[in-house]
């Protein structure tokens, strides 16, 4: 299987904003440049609702969005999506007693399908500190592998930050660490050895 695909190196962001009673549908989409916006009607769908579906509907089209952004929006809502979403994370807010406290839940077994449960009411900044937790109980080893990525980009001075950012999307999307570095490692031996054919000075005949 082909991991590095060209919608998995370039990962685009979604802007959620509220719509109104006027649109033609409950959640209208358009692409903006490298980002999607989506309006929602409150009316007709929650926030919830309309992040939820618009990211199964671009995922249906191979497009991998890495970062929601909501504006418009309490800050520290749009702080716990945009921290939820760069784990590839849905977030819904849920009542009942199945939910006593933040929690992530894998519900199949595409990695994909992943959300972040937080109880109604609960306080958004303790979710928000909550969720690197809540997250490596759910994907332990994603997370290990996800600390040493952040631990390279330190390292790293900030070089190379885009191509750590996008190994850590494949991680997470595919759930196959070994095998997001073993086709990293091939694709850098490649470009070494076509580099160094085209330097290689040519020989007389």
Not at 23 to 43: E, H, N, S, T, W
Not at 152 to 162: E, F, L
Not at 163 to 191: F, K, N, R, S, Y
């Amino acid at each position: 299987m082909m991991i590095l695909t060209h919608e998995r190196l370039f990962p685009v962001s979604l802007h959620v904003r509220q719509g109104d009673a006027q649109q033609a549908k409950a959640v209208m989409l358009r692409r903006d440049g490298d980002r999607f916006i989506a309006a929602y009607d409150p009316q007709r769908a929650s926030l919830d609702t309309a992040a939820v579906l618009t990211r199964a509907l671009l995922s249906s089209e191979r497009i991998t969005i890495s970062e929601v952004i909501l504006e418009g929006h309490d800050p520290d809502l749009t702080a716990l999506y945009r921290a939820a979403s760069k784990l590839l994370l849905d977030v819904e807010f849920a009542s009942g007693p199945r939910v006593t406290e933040p929690a992530v839940r894998v519900l199949s077994q595409d990695p994909m399908q992943a959300t972040y449960f937080i109880p109604e009411d609960w306080d958004l900044s303790d979710a928000l500190d909550r969720l690197p937790a809540a997250f490596a109980d759910a994907r332990p080893e994603v997370a290990r592998h996800l600390k040493r990525i952040e631990q390279a980009k330190k390292d790293s001075g900030g070089k190379i930050d885009h191509a750590l950012d996008v190994i850590a999307v494949l991680v997470l999307e595919t759930d196959d660490p070994a095998g997001v570095w073993d086709e990293v490692l091939q694709l850098l031996h490649q470009v070494r050895a076509e580099r160094t054919t085209s330097t290689a000075p040519a020989t007389a005949a």
